[in-house]
C-alpha cells in the first residue's frame, strides 16, 4: 500500500540516529504514525519538512508485512516560524495537538479535524494577540465536530428559546435548559450565562479564524471553560491530569 496525501506534522522523535518517528495528521485517515528513514539528514527527500506543525505534502508506503508505514518524500506546503519563536503560541498550540491525540481522530472525523487543526496553528501563528480560550474554544470544537454537538438553542423541557437569557447545562442530557425546568431535572446542571450559551452556539460554526470576532467572547471566562471541560469530561472522557491529557 502506498499513498501521497497532504497532512500536518503533529509530533516529531528521534529513533536512532539519522531517523525519524513522526506523528502525523491526515485528512482521510486521522492520526498515523510513520518513520522516516534518513529523515534528519536527507535534505533531498524531506527539505525543510520535518518539522513540528507544518503542512506537508507527503507519499508514504507501508511496510512488506503492512507493519509499520514509511515516508518517502515529502513538500513542505505551509510552515508556521512566528509559532515556533514564541514559548506562549508554542505551548498553546502543543496543548491542543495533546488534546487532540488523546481524543483519537477515526478516518470518518478526519476531515474536519484536520480543517480545524490546520487552521489553528494558522491563527496561532498569524494573530494579534493569542486569545486567552483560545484552546477551550478549541476542545469544544473538536468534540462537537467529532459528534459531541451541544442543542442549545431551546430549553430541553419546555421548549423555550434561551437566546439572550442565563440557563443552564444539563451535563448528561448534553442540552441547555431555562433555570426553572433544569431545577426539575435530575441531570448535573453548570450555570451558563447569555453569552456563553451564544458563544457555544457560535463555536459549532465559525471557523477558528473568526475566533476573535465578538461572537466569541464569553464574559466569565471560567465558567465558560469548566461547562466545556465538564461536557468533555462526561461524554468523551478526557480529564487534565498532572500536566497532560488523560482519556479514561
Ligand atoms: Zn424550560
Known amino acids: 500500500m502506498e499513498f501521497s496525501e497532504r497532512m500536518l506534522v503533529l509530533q516529531v ?14 485528512p482521510s485517515r486521522g492520526l498515523i504514525g510513520a518513520f522516516a528513514f534518513g529523515g534528519s539528514r536527507s535534505r533531498r527527500r524531506f527539505a525543510g519538512c520535518l518539522d513540528t506543525f507544518n503542512h506537508i ?28 519563536r514564541d514559548e506562549r ?60 454537538a451541544l442543542e442549545l438553542a431551546h430549553c430541553a423541557r419546555c421548549g423555550n428559546a434561551l437566546s439572550g437569557k442565563p440557563a443552564r447545562l444539563l451535563i448528561r442530557a448534553g442540552r441547555a435548559a431555562c433555570p426553572a425546568c433544569a431545577r426539575a431535572s435530575s441531570d448535573y446542571r453548570l450555570p451558563l450565562g447569555p453569552d456563553t450559551v451564544s458563544t457555544l452556539q457560535a463555536l459549532h460554526v465559525l471557523p477558528p479564524g473568526d475566533w476573535d470576532g ?35
Open 214 to 248: 465578538p461572537a466569541v467572547r464569553p464574559a466569565a471566562a471560567g465558567e465558560f471553560a469548566e461547562a466545556v471541560d465538564a461536557f468533555i469530561r462526561y461524554h468523551v472522557g478526557i480529564t487534565w491530569e498532572d500536566g497532560r491529557f488523560v482519556r479514561h
Open 57 to 84: 505534502s507527503v507519499h508514504v508506503k507501508a511496510s512488506p508485512g503492512k507493519q509499520y508505514l514509511a515516508l518517502q518524500e515529502g513538500v513542505l506546503i505551509e510552515g508556521v516560524s512566528r509559532l515556533r
Open 89 to 148: 503560541r508554542f505551548g498553546t498550540a502543543v496543548n491542543c495537538v495533546r488534546f487532540l491525540q488523546s481524543f483519537g481522530i477515526v478516518p470518518e472525523g478526519a476531515e474536519k479535524a484536520h480543517f480545524l487543526m490546520r487552521e489553528t496553528l494558522r491563527v496561532l501563528d498569524g494573530c494579534g494577540e493569542v486569545p486567552r480560550l483560545l484552546p477551550v474554544f478549541f476542545r469544544a470544537r473538536l468534540a462537537f465536530d467529532q459528534g459531541y
Open 13 to 26: 522523535g528521534k529513533f536512532r540516529e539519522a531517523d525519524l518517528w513522526v506523528r502525523l495528521l491526515s
